[in-house]
């Protein structure tokens, strides 16, 4: 039975990294996207042990905790960060919004292999639902495949959605011994342990310039912790399927801001993916 707390954590988390996207691409004229990535990683590391500290639950993470924060650390924070700020700079905001959210290619078959999760012919409905939706947004018909870093773009987007979906599967198998809330902080900075270096060795003269700070103050500040927390919690709760198919709302979300605030086209693609995303996320959670 889902709980409608859990689908309020999903909707918090979809609408927060729906819109993540675009204000990525807006800020990209003036910051480089791995320090990028970093200042997104490092400053939600400050908010939310700020947050364990005004609360008095900052603490080092116990022996249970590990594999999670590592999974969530390196996997998610770390390389998907890294593939998608780097993808973004090759790739449409709205359709890296799309791919970069696409964990139902890899986290319902992984849920059935590796934790034994029993899909429903509904929601085995939903992700097909969902998957002719991910094709008409980003269907291959619809890229420009001469365009110098397309393909490069897209592989990695699909790499990191892989990466996504392990540590999903990470903290469903070894659950940590407190909220994923406590454990935040160390989550970001080893996610900055893994972007600093690349940094530092692909973008030695990049930075952030005094234009991007609003943008970097937004992702920073409220998108990656309040979003991040958000979507690993309901990554947590929810079966595979039904929080693969929700995840799929981001995209859509961040296809409407893209066209609305960049100017990206708006076409019969949309119009269908948009709608076959949302009929499968209506029919994920009633399945």
Not at 159 to 178: G, K, V, Y
Not at 252 to 263: N, Y
Request: one cysteine or more; proline letters at 7%; charged letters at 10%.
């Amino acid at each position: 039975m889902l709980r409608l707390a859990d689908l309020r954590l999903l909707l918090i988390a979809v609408t927060l990294f729906g819109g993540a996207w675009p204000i990525t691409k807006a800020a990209l004229p003036y910051a480089t996207p791995l320090w990028f990535a970093v200042s997104r990683t490092l400053l939600g590391a400050l908010i939310a042990a700020g947050v364990l500290v005004i609360t008095g639950r900052l603490a080092w993470p116990a022996r249970q905790d590990w594999p999670a924060l590592l999974g969530v650390g390196l996997l998610q924070l770390g390389g998907f960060f890294a593939l998608t700020h780097l993808a973004v700079a090759l790739v449409p905001a709205g359709r890296t919004a799309v791919l970069a959210n696409v964990t139902i290619y890899w986290l319902v078959p992984m849920s059935v292999l590796l934790l034994r999760e029993r899909v429903s012919a509904m929601r085995w409905l939903a992700a097909a639902l969902g998957l002719g939706g991910v094709a008409a947004l980003a269907g291959p018909w619809a890229v420009d495949w001469s365009e110098p870093g397309a393909l490069l773009g897209h592989a990695m987007l699909l790499l990191a959605a892989l990466l996504w979906s392990c540590a999903i599967i990470i903290t469903r198998r070894f659950p940590p011994s407190r909220t994923m809330l406590d454990v935040l902080p160390w989550c970001f900075l080893l996610g900055g342990v893994v972007l600093v270096p690349m940094a530092l060795l692909l973008e030695p003269n990049g930075g952030i310039g005094r234009d991007a700070w609003p943008h970097m103050l937004v992702i920073g500040c409220i998108v990656a912790p309040l979003g991040t927390w958000a979507v690993i919690e309901a990554g947590r709760r929810l079966p595979g399927a039904v929080s693969s198919v929700g995840f799929l709302l981001a995209p859509a979300i961040g296809l409407v801001v893209s066209t609305l605030w960049l100017g990206e086209p708006l076409g019969w693609d949309v119009l269908v993916g948009g709608a076959l995303i949302v009929a499968s996320v209506l029919v994920a959670t009633r399945g």
